[in-house]
């Protein structure tokens, strides 16, 4: 069984992520059980603090269902808004409209240290802007109004209720 995948409001979710520096065994370590968490969930993106790890590392599915590393990303250009139906494991059954960009340039380093830089747009454009905000502390609920901000809040309380009890 993966990793417990953590809920939103969760305190890991809402901090921006540290720089990785260490990219010896205990990354490939997080890696490996950052892809068991997505593929269970059968997610199409995973950030290191949903897994309760304050690291700026995450996965990024591909089109073909396969995942790549994004260590330190940074995105350097976005352009041409756009809104897309979202959802995030760390906030499960929740989907809404959220403001994106079709189009993102990307620069970061893999698990070898190597940088690289990536244009993308349509469905990995979304993907990385997601992950990225997850690695600067912010899910995608927070691009929401008010209202349905607090309506899902209210939701993931007690779900996290629910949780607890069938946990006992």
């Not at 990793?3 to 990785?20: C, D, G, M, N, Y």
């Not at 240290?113 to 905000?133: F, K, M, N, S, T």
């Amino acid at each position: 069984m993966a990793r417990e995948i953590v809920l939103w409001p969760h305190k890991v979710l809402t901090t921006a992520t540290q720089p990785v520096t260490d990219f010896g065994p205990a990354l490939e370590k997080l890696m490996s059980e950052m892809l068991a968490a997505v593929q269970e969930a059968k997610g199409i993106g995973i950030a290191a603090n949903q897994l309760g790890e304050p690291l700026r590392m995450a996965l990024v599915g591909r089109e073909d269902g396969t995942f790549f590393e994004i260590i330190n990303p940074r995105i350097l250009e976005r352009s041409e808004q756009i809104t897309l139906e979202e959802g995030c494991l760390s906030v499960p059954d929740e989907w809404e409209k959220t403001p994106r960009y079709k189009k993102v340039k990307v620069r970061y380093q893999d698990k070898a240290q190597q940088w690289h830089e990536v244009e993308a747009e349509g469905r990995l454009a979304h993907v990385l802007q997601h992950e990225i905000d997850h690695l600067d502390g912010h899910v995608f609920v927070e691009l929401l109004s008010g209202l349905k901000r607090s309506l899902i809040q209210e939701r993931m309380k007690k779900y996290q209720k629910f949780l607890k009890r069938k946990k006992d």
